[in-house]
C-alpha cells in the first residue's frame, strides 16, 4: 500500500489474505483511518477465473448456437499436438440456452423475440440453479433490442446480468461471448468484494466510492466498471508506473519486469506508447477488450520447485502463496520456493520481511531443498543454483513472447524491474536479452501500488460499424465518436470528475476489404485517413495495397482525465558510500563474499561494480558480476552491463 499525505508518498507491505482477500485491504484502511481518495488494483478476477472459482453463470444465445463457447475457433493451442486439450468455458453446457430469435448483420429483426419465449427462458434459467446470467445473442452490436428484453426479464427475478451490448458491442461472435459469460461468471464475487471495501471507506469516515485500476492501464469508480475488466487490474499499475517514469528519464522503450510471490508480469513500452491488444487472453480464454498487452508466467517468490516424471528440474506454475507460503516462512509450508533457494544462496537477509512480520527460517529453507536435492542426485549447492536458473530460464521465456514476438526489439529496450522479487532477477536476465540497462525505481517493491495511485482516470468506449470507408462513413464515424463523449461526460460526471479536465483520444480499426484483421489507426477528421492506413500498414508489414478498398471495422474513444496525481517520488538517500556489511553469496561460478548496501543510506554519488547486494524497502536488488550500479539523480538505481 503507498499513501500521499502531507506532500509525501510511504509505503507499506503486508501479506495478502487468499481465503478473504478484502481482508488485508480493510485492515489497511483501518489502520490508516479516514482517507480523501483511494484507488485499489486486484487481483481478484484473475484467481477466480485461474481457480474457476466464480458464479453459476447461464448464457443465453440465438437458437442453433447453443455450443458457440464450445466450437470456439479451429486453433490449436499446439500445432503438432493430437492430444491437447482447450481450456473449458466458464459456463457448463446444460447452463447454455437458446433464444428464438434471430437480426439480420444489420441489425434488422428476422425473428422477433415473442414475451411467452422470454417467460419461458426465465424459469428456465431459474430452474436450472444459475446464479448469474450472460446474454449474447447474433448482431446484437447493431440492434440491442433483444439483449435488453431478456436483461429487464432476469433482473426482475433477481439475477445480475451482463449483456454482451453493454459490455463489448463489437463483431466477432466467440469472442464476444466469451469476455460477456467471463464478466457474468465475475459478477457475483466482484461486486461484493468491491462492496465490502466501499463498506469499510464509508464507516471509516472516507468517500463513497473509491477507484479502481482497469486492464486498459487507467482508474474509475467501482460504479462505472465491469468485473472483466479488472482481469489484470494488479499488474496494469506497475505497467502505468514504469511509463510515467520513463517519461520523466527520456525512456521510450522499455520491458516492464514484476515479479511478486505467485506470479511474473511482463509488457513493453515502445516508442514511448505502452504495447496494446484487443485479443487478450485469461487461462486460454477470450477477452474482446482494449488492455495492456501483459504476459504472466507462473515464476514468482513462491512457485514450487520440483521433478518431472524424466527427472528433470521444473519451477511452477504451482505457487505456495501466501497461505502457507514457502517454506522458510515457517507457516506450515513444505515444498521448496524460489524465495527458499534465493534465501539459501545469500541473496535474501533473513530479516528481509520484517516489515510483513516473518522472519525467514533458512534451516526451514534447507530442510524443503534437501529432499529435492536428494531426489535428483545433485548437491545442495547444485540444486540451489538449478532452481534460480530454472526460474529465470522461464522468465526469459516470458520477456521473449512479451517482446520479441510482438515485434519489439530487446535489444533496444531498458527493463523496468520492480515487485517483491523482480530487482532479485531483472539484471541476470539483461544479458541473456541483449539488453544493457536495468532501472530500479524508488518503492520498486510497492511500485504497483504506487503506480495506480499515479494513475489518471480512464473510459474506454468501442463499437463495431463493418462499412466502407468512404464519404458517407465520416458522417457515422462523428456521430458515434459524439455518442462516446457523451456517454464518457455522463460517466464523469457520476464520478465527480470534471469533463473540461478530459482529453480525447479518438481512433479507428480500419483494415483492407477481405482482410480479417486491423489496424489500429489514430483518428483526425481533417487528414486523409486513407494515406495514413496505408503508411500504417506499410510501417507494420514493409508493403501497402494502394488500390484495395478499405473498411472501418470499428470506432474508438479513450477519455483520459487530468486528476493531477502526485507526483513521482525520488528514492531518500543518505550521505555515504560505504557498504553495511559484506555475506557469502552463491553464484554459479561458486559461493563469493560480496558487499551488502542499504539504498537509502547511500549517497547520490554511489557507484560500485558488481557482484553485490543492495537492500531497498520492500525488495532486494542484486548487481551481478560484470555490471556497475550507480544512484540517479531522479532516484533511479540503475544497473549497466559492462
Known amino acids: 500500500m503507498v499513501t500521499f499525505e502531507d506532500g509525501r508518498l510511504q509505503g507499506r507491505k503486508v501479506l495478502s489474505t487468499p481465503r478473504h482477500p478484502d481482508r488485508a485491504v480493510v485492515h489497511l484502511i483501518r489502520t490508516f483511518g479516514p482517507v480523501s481518495s483511494f484507488s485499489h488494483g486486484t487481483t481478484v478476477a484473475t484467481n477466480a477465473v485461474l481457480e474457476r472459482k466464480g458464479a453459476r453463470t447461464a448464457l443465453i444465445v440465438t437458437e442453433g448456437f447453443r455450443d458457440l463457447l464450445f466450437i470456439a475457433r479451429q486453433q490449436r493451442p499446439r500445432l503438432y499436438d493430437f492430444d491437447c486439450a482447450r481450456p473449458s468455458p466458464v459456463v457448463a453446457r446444460e447452463f447454455c440456452f437458446e433464444a428464438p430469435e434471430r437480426l439480420d448483420c444489420d441489425g434488422s429483426v428476422i425473428t422477433p423475440l415473442r414475451e411467452d419465449d422470454v417467460a419461458r427462458l426465465g424459469d428456465a434459467v431459474l430452474q436450472a440453479g444459475a446464479e448469474s446470467v450472460a446474454v449474447c445473442l447474433l448482431f446484437s452490436y447493431k440492434n440491442p433490442a433483444h439483449e435488453m428484453r ?15 451490448f453493454d459490455i463489448v458491442p463489437e463483431f466477432r461472435e466467440f469472442e464476444r461471448a466469451s469476455t460477456t459469460a467471463l464478466d457474468a461468471f465475475l459478477h457475483p464475487l466482484v461486486t461484493a468484494y468491491l462492496e ?113 516424471e524424466g527427472g528433470a528440474l521444473r519451477v511452477g506454475p504451482q505457487s505456495a502463496g501466501a497461505e502457507p507460503g514457502p517454506a522458510c516462512y515457517d507457516r506450515g509450508g513444505m515444498l521448496p520456493t524460489v524465495t527458499d533457494a534465493n534465501l539459501l544462496a545469500g541473496f535474501l537477509d533473513p530479516e528481509s520481511f520484517s516489515a510483513s512480520e516473518i522472519r525467514l527460517n533458512p534451516e526451514r529453507a534447507e530442510a524443503s531443498l534437501a529432499s529435492l536435492a536428494r531426489d535428483s542426485g545433485l548437491s545442495m549447492d547444485e540444486t540451489i543454483v538449478g532452481v534460480r536458473a530454472v526460474v529465470n530460464a522461464n522468465m526469459l521465456r516470458g520477456i521473449r513472447k512479451a517482446t520479441v514476438e510482438k515485434g519489439v526489439d530487446t535489444r533496444e529496450c531498458s527493463i523496468m524491474a520492480f515487485g517483491g522479487a523482480g530487482p532479485l532477477h531483472a539484471a541476470e536476465l539483461a544479458r541473456s536479452l541483449g539488453v544493457r540497462e536495468v532501472l530500479i525505481p524508488p518503492m520498486a517493491g510497492m511500485f504497483s501500488a504506487l503506480g495506480i495511485l499515479l494513475s489518471k482516470a480512464r473510459l474506454v468506449y468501442g463499437k463495431s460499424l463493418l462499412i466502407p470507408f468512404d464519404d458517407a462513413a465520416k458522417s457515422v464515424i462523428e456521430k458515434t465518436l459524439g455518442t462516446f463523449v457523451q456517454q464518457a461526460e455522463e460517466s464523469l460526471g457520476r464520478q465527480g470528475l470534471d469533463a473540461r479536465r478530459t482529453v480525447f483520444y479518438p481512433s479507428l480499426d480500419l483494415r483492407y476489404h477481405g482482410q480479417s484483421f486491423h489496424l489500429p489507426v489514430a ?56 557498504p553495511r556489511g559484506a555475506r557469502d553469496i552463491l553464484l554459479s561460478s561458486g559461493r563469493r563474499s560480496v558487499n551488502v548496501y542499504r539504498r537509502r543510506c547511500l549517497s547520490e554519488s554511489f557507484r560500485t561494480k558488481g557482484p553485490a547486494i543492495v537492500e531497498d524497502e520492500g525488495c532486494t536488488i542484486f548487481v551481478p558480476p560484470d555490471t556497475a550500479v550507480t544512484i540517479e539523480p531522479d532516484g533511479c538505481l540503475r544497473i549497466v552491463l559492462i
Open 150 to 164: 431478456l436483461k429487464a426479464e432476469f433482473e426482475k427475478r433477481g439475477f445480475p446480468v451482463s449483456i454482451s
Open 196 to 308: 465490502r471495501i466501499r463498506k469499510e471507506l464509508r464507516d471509516s469516515g472516507g468517500p463513497e466510492d473509491f477507484y479502481v485500476m482497469k486492464s486498459c492501464g487507467g482508474v474509475a469508480a467501482t460504479s462505472e466498471v465491469h468485473p472483466v475488466q479488472l482481469i489484470l487490474s494488479g499488474p496494469a499499475g506497475g505497467v502505468s508506473g514504469a511509463l510515467l517514469v520513463g517519461e520523466r528519464r527520456g525512456r521510450r522503450n522499455l520491458i516492464t519486469f514484476d515479479m511478486g510471490g505467485t506470479s511474473a508480469d511482463f509488457s513493453a513500452v515502445y516508442g514511448g506508447v505502452p504495447v496494446w491488444t484487443e485479443e487478450g487472453y485469461i487461462d486460454g480464454l477470450p477477452v474482446q477488450l482494449p488492455i495492456l498487452d501483459i504476459t504472466t508466467v507462473g515464476a514468482g517468490g513462491g512457485s514450487i520447485a520440483w521433478l518431472d
Open 523 to 578: 483518428y483526425d477528421g481533417t487528414s486523409d485517413m486513407i494515406a495514413r492506413f496505408h503508411s500504417t500498414f506499410r510501417q507494420r508489414y514493409g508493403y501497402d495495397l494502394p488500390d484495395m478498398p478499405v473498411e472501418v471495422a470499428s470506432v474508438r474513444l479513450s477519455a483520459i482525465v487530468d486528476t493531477s496525481p502526485p507526483a513521482l517520488p525520488t528514492a531518500r538517500t543518505g550521505s555515504s558510500a560505504a
